[in-house]
């Protein structure tokens, strides 16, 4: 695997959990590139690390779709089923894309490991992260809304059990059972949800008529250790995939002007549909936001890929229309990586300047190159933003004598 996605061993306080090994299943399906496809892998093993996982082999098959029964070929479903039986550590084995409850079934009695998809690991560390009421029930409501159309996957273990002809019946009546509880579920996690809402847009309105300032971007770009800097206060931030789930606002005054600076959950690539439907609430504080800083992590070879998949999810937010200032975090990794120790400094210089003005063209945003670490670029960032709030300050009180 690559070396990439970095993550720190931090110490963890509870209970001592068996440590997990799994293996990684990919598929380069009609005319994908293999380097993309090798990199969604990547990610994919940083969300096992994530989830608490160590990933100990990765298998990848060229084929022109997943087959409906088994996702892989026959021969490389044989040859992971050997790879696991030689390693009897191993219980758990990863898709890198969505599993039909018939592909689960047949792949759990076959492999004889836990089997989890791409969508159900990403739910399983939301569900592991989520803290407040909110995040708690919208996670809930993702994964009830995920798992009813696998209920009949889950449930062949009844037939087998009962057997033979005339015994099927309990088991589709239990389904139809289940099916009814989880819809049940569903419309009373929604209507707790919509309670939720109410009370979260209420605290919205009693904020007044201040200017709200977003930090958005792929996860574990540094938001929360921006969002830390920019407002000097203590917003968890680690070296994982979704770190931050909640929403945390503070209010920041800089030389008198006030604003309200958020701090948001991270995207990804294949987030599961529900998952953001789920937290389409929590994204509030996005849609009503005044200005976006779009945080983009430069050091990761696949920065302008998660750029795409951030605007996408804006656009399906409503929010792409937003005033938006690009800030390109991570620039000492970026030296680091791709620049020759015996490089001249003014010729660094001259390069940086090339790549924000590229980025300019590109993107047609204003933006910065900062170190949110390092502190690097922190005051002209300060700078740009400052001046970016003032203007939304004048244009929403024209007529309003402003003191700073």
């Known amino acids: 695997m690559s070396d990439a996605w970095k993550v720190g061993k931090e110490d963890k306080k509870g209970i001592r959990k068996e440590q997990e090994y799994c293996i990684l299943v990919g598929v380069i399906a009609g005319d994908q590139h293999e380097s993309l ?3 969604h892998l990547d990610e994919l093993d940083f969300l096992v690390t994530t989830a608490g996982a160590i990933t100990k082999k990765v298998f990848t098959q060229r084929m022109p779709h997943p087959n409906v029964k088994t996702f892989v ?8 089923k050997d790879y696991i039986e030689r390693n009897e550590d191993i219980t758990l084995a990863v898709f890198d894309d969505d599993l039909t409850g018939k592909q689960t079934g047949f792949l759990e009695e076959y492999l004889k490991v836990k089997i989890v998809d791409r969508s159900t690991l990403i739910l399983d560390i939301f569900a592991d992260r989520a803290q407040t009421a909110q995040a708690k029930t919208q996670v809930e ?3 009830m809304q995920y798992l009813l159309p696998r209920l009949r996957g889950l449930w062949t273990h009844l037939e087998r059990q009962r ?8 088991g589709e009546m239990e389904i139809e059972t289940d099916r009814r509880i989880v819809r049940d579920k569903i419309s009373m996690l929604k209507k707790r949800l919509e309670k939720i809402d109410q009370q979260a847009q209420t605290q919205r309105k009693n904020r007044g008529e201040l200017i709200r300032v977003s930090l958005v971007g792929y996860t574990n770009v540094g938001k929360s250790t921006l969002m830390n800097v920019l407002s000097k206060s203590d917003v968890f931030a680690e070296n994982k995939l979704f770190a931050t789930l909640d929403t945390t606002v503070r209010k920041v005054v800089w030389d008198t002007m006030p604003f309200l600076l958020s701090d948001t959950v991270g995207f990804i690539r294949k987030l599961p549909h529900h998952l953001v439907e789920s937290f389409k609430s929590t994204l509030d504080e996005v849609r009503e936001s005044d200005i976006l800083v779009h945080v983009v992590d430069i050091s990761h070879p696949q920065h302008e890929d998660h750029i795409l998949t951030v605007q996408n999810t804006l656009n399906d937010l409503g929010a792409a229309d937003r005033t938006t200032l690009m800030v390109f975090n991570k620039v000492d990794l970026y030296r680091e990586k791709y620049f020759d120790d015996y490089l001249d400094e003014n010729v660094k210089v001259e390069i940086m300047a090339d790549i924000k003005e590229k980025f300019s063209n590109q993107y047609n945003f204003p933006n910065v190159l900062i170190s949110a670490t390092q502190k690097e670029n922190i005051d002209l960032l300060r700078d740009t933003l400052k001046e970016m709030i003032s203007h939304e300050y004048t244009v929403r009180y024209p007529f309003q004598v402003k003191t700073w």
């Open 73 to 80: 070929g026959s021969g490389k479903l044989d040859e992971i």
């Open 163 to 170: 057997g033979g002809i005339g015994m099927r019946g309990p």
């Open 37 to 39: 496809v090798l990199e």
């Open 141 to 143: 409501l993702a994964q």
